[in-house]
């Protein structure tokens, strides 16, 4: 839901609603509270509780600096030694994530380029 922006960077995640909205026990929303904070997905605000987290420019500019860096190297692995099928598969891929760019639609985004992503890799 998050990934999806059904809950947008800073709203507050109340337990209680969450349990509704789910049908799962304060337990399990509280261990997966825990979980995405690790992932840095969810923050905890000192008197206010869980929210989600908003981004960090200085490391959001961090994580594309090595995506560039990792991206490069797996393109040209895959330029290298991709069969004609993965190539095909890798250009499906691509004509989803412009189509998905044309939708206007960030979710849609996101999802489109995760499929490209595990294309080329």
Not at 6 to 29: A, I, N, W, Y
Not at 49 to 61: E, H, I, W, Y
Request: glycine residues 8%; negative net charge.
């Amino acid at each position: 839901a998050i990934m999806d922006f059904h809950f947008q960077p800073g709203e507050r995640l109340v337990e209680r609603p969450l349990c509704d909205q789910l049908g799962v026990s304060r337990s399990v929303v509280r261990e997966v509270l825990r979980q995405l904070e690790a992932e840095g997905l969810v923050q905890m605000i000192p008197g206010h509780g869980p929210a989600v987290a908003k981004p960090d420019l200085g490391r959001t500019d961090e994580i594309y600096e090595l995506r560039a860096l990792l991206e490069g190297i797996a393109a040209r692995a895959c330029a290298l030694s991709a069969t004609d099928a993965q190539l095909a598969v890798l250009e499906g891929a691509l004509e989803n994530l412009f189509a998905a760019w044309a939708s206007g639609k960030p979710p849609a985004v996101m999802r489109a380029t995760t499929g490209f992503y595990e294309a080329l890799f």
